[in-house]
């Protein structure tokens, strides 16, 4: 509830929304958690591919989705080692 009442204050801010991405451990990982969050946005003809959905797929969103649902993985050691190489 509390992820999906943020989001809505970008689409707020932003005025629309494009594209929807889910990442880290609970994003790339929860089904359940992207099917909730994606359900609060259905009045603006936002929807998720449940088949897709299950599988983690990279684009979960439904033929008719108006805007683009991803599933992106992180690589955090990858980002904390370049912070390191860049600051040396």
């Not at 609970?26 to 359940?32: D, F, K, L, S």
């Not at 969103?61 to 690589?75: E, F, G, R, Y």
Request: glycine share 4%.
């Amino acid at each position: 509830y509390k992820i999906a009442q943020q989001i809505g204050a970008y689409v707020a801010s932003l005025n629309g929304l494009d594209a929807l991405i889910f990442t880290a451990g609970i994003g790339e990982n929860a089904w359940y958690i992207r099917k909730n969050i994606v359900s609060s946005f259905s009045y603006m003809n936002i929807k998720i591919d449940s088949t897709k959905n299950l599988k983690n797929s990279f684009d979960i969103s439904h033929a008719k989705s108006k805007a683009q649902i991803l599933v992106i993985p992180t690589n955090e050691e990858l980002a904390m080692a370049q912070k390191i190489c860049y600051n040396l």
